[in-house]
Nanobody, 118 residues
């Protein structure tokens, strides 16, 4: 059984940084982050495989970094140079395979809100 609990959402100014944390129980093969703006479809942000391979959504490449601790109990999303369009609810997600698509998620966290505004 996989359990995911996010923390770290906050309000920041454009250009700022924020780190999200996800406590993971029952570490899946692939785990990552998905975000959603109300009224929009969910969007894959980043994913990391059991071997440490990573993939990023096009809109966050070069600004966001996904990582995990060695004990595989925590997942992180370091977000730099935040933009207003990064405002969303961010979900920690367990994926059935190393595919950065919400359709491949089989476990979801409860979500944490990130707001980027001046």
């Amino acid at each position: 059984q996989v359990n995911l609990v996010e923390a770290g959402g906050d309000s920041v100014q454009p250009g700022g940084s924020l780190t999200l944390t996800c406590e993971v129980t029952g570490w899946p093969d692939s785990v990552g982050w998905v975000r959603q703006v109300p009224g929009n479809e969910r969007e894959g942000v980043a994913i990391i495989s059991a071997d440490g391979l990573t993939k990023y959504g096009e809109s966050v490449k070069g600004r966001f970094t996904i990582s995990r601790n060695n004990a595989r109990t925590a997942l992180y999303l370091q977000m730099n140079n935040l933009k207003t369009e990064d405002t969303a609810t961010y979900y920690c997600a367990a994926f059935r395979a190393f595919v950065l698509s919400p359709g491949w998620v089989n476990y979801w966290g409860q979500g944490t809100q990130v707001t980027v505004s001046s």
